[in-house]
């Protein structure tokens, strides 16, 4: 090979892609007639490279499973988070603000198929009634009691509420109206004959020993959690399960705050629950977006440490 092709050999990568001077094209193209060796290096050079894709994709399918996966977590920590506030704040609103008994509250009316129809007037909007039997089984025992709540107040209107207490052949009926304010029952309908001495409906506790029982329940996972550290499989169960009890009482203090006495336990307790466990669903979301990102800040700082 002639120092003259090494020459143009230098020079081809410019004059394919037109870099060169008129004077150095034309010497170029005089060589290429002549030598078969150069015009062959050149064909090659014009060839278009062909491109050969990275076949190791795994690590880009690990990353966008990832952000599928933190998107997908963050939707759910946010919508979690939104159900539990607008349950504590329906519970708040629905919460029963029990009347005390007045004249006009209720109007008792026997009717002609002897059932006895309650009316109450247009400021209840809800009432319960619950039925016992006193101790020789003769008379039925009927405790009612009615309540509003903020939301009827602002936002629905049920208009006037009725009930019927059906007849029962042989079988005295009695009809206290509770007030669920430590004030006595009043008897609003039938004989005060078996009764020696006046009721007083009292609330239930039935929140209190829920609360001490999640508090408990905490306190013994975080010693078993301390005690059993060096056992990373059971650990991880004791870390899924320390938030329930946590949530529950934060669900205790967000609908009910430090009240634990109640006259609608089935209702208090269903929302408390209810709100427990989207608060439950929260903490485990926001914990493992929480790990993730401090996971990320770490291999940033490693990254960052082998550069330097």
Same mark, same amino acid.
Request: overall charge neutral.
């Given at each position: /090979? ?21 004077? #150095? ?5 005089? +060589?290429?007639? +002549?030598?078969?060796?150069?015009? @062959? $290096?050149?064909? +090659? ?20 499973? $990832? ?11 946010? @919508? ?35 059932? !006895? !129809? ?13 039925? $016992? ?114 949530? %529950? /009482? ?8 430090? +009240?634990?006495? #109640? %006259? ?25 977006? %929480? ?5 990320? @800040?770490? =291999? $940033? ?5 082998? =550069?330097?």
């Amino acid at each position: /090979m002639s120092n003259k092709c090494n020459l143009i050999k230098d020079i081809l990568p410019l004059y394919a892609e037109d870099m060169v001077s008129t004077d #150095t094209r034309e010497f170029v193209d005089k +060589h290429l007639e +002549h030598c078969a060796e150069c015009r @062959a $290096e050149f064909e +090659h050079i014009r060839k278009p490279a062909e491109f050969i894709p990275d076949t190791d994709i795994v690590p880009l399918k690990r990353i966008k499973k $990832e952000l599928f996966i933190k998107r997908l977590q963050t939707v759910f920590f946010t @919508a979690t988070l939104v159900c539990a506030v607008v349950a504590v704040v329906f519970g708040v609103l629905t919460a029963p603000d029990f009347f005390p008994y007045s004249d006009g509250l209720v109007n008792v009316i026997d009717s002609s198929d002897g059932n !006895i !129809i309650l009316s109450f007037n247009n400021k209840v909007s809800g009432y319960s009634c619950i039925k $016992e039997l006193d101790s020789n089984a003769e008379t039925a025992v009927y405790r009612i009691n009615a309540w509003t709540a903020t939301w009827d107040l602002f936002f629905s209107d049920r208009g006037n509420q009725n009930m019927v207490i059906p007849a029962d052949a042989g079988t005295k009926i009695q009809i206290f109206y509770a007030q669920n304010n430590g004030s006595e029952d009043v008897l609003i309908y039938g004989a005060n004959e078996n009764t020696k001495e006046d009721t007083i409906t009292l609330p239930r506790q039935i929140l209190m020993p829920y609360f001490l029982f999640a508090f408990l329940a905490l306190a013994v996972l975080a010693v078993l959690r301390f005690l059993l550290r060096n056992r990373p499989a059971i650990i991880l169960w004791i870390d899924r399960t320390i938030p329930f009890p946590i949530s %529950y /009482m934060a669900a205790q203090l967000c609908t009910k705050g430090i +009240h634990f006495t #109640t %006259y609608s336990s089935q209702r208090d307790f269903c929302i408390i629950l209810l709100v427990a466990i989207l608060f439950y669903f929260a903490l485990l979301t926001g914990k493992a977006l %929480y790990k993730a990102k401090m996971g990320t @800040a770490l =291999k $940033e700082g490693n990254q960052q440490e082998n =550069k330097q």
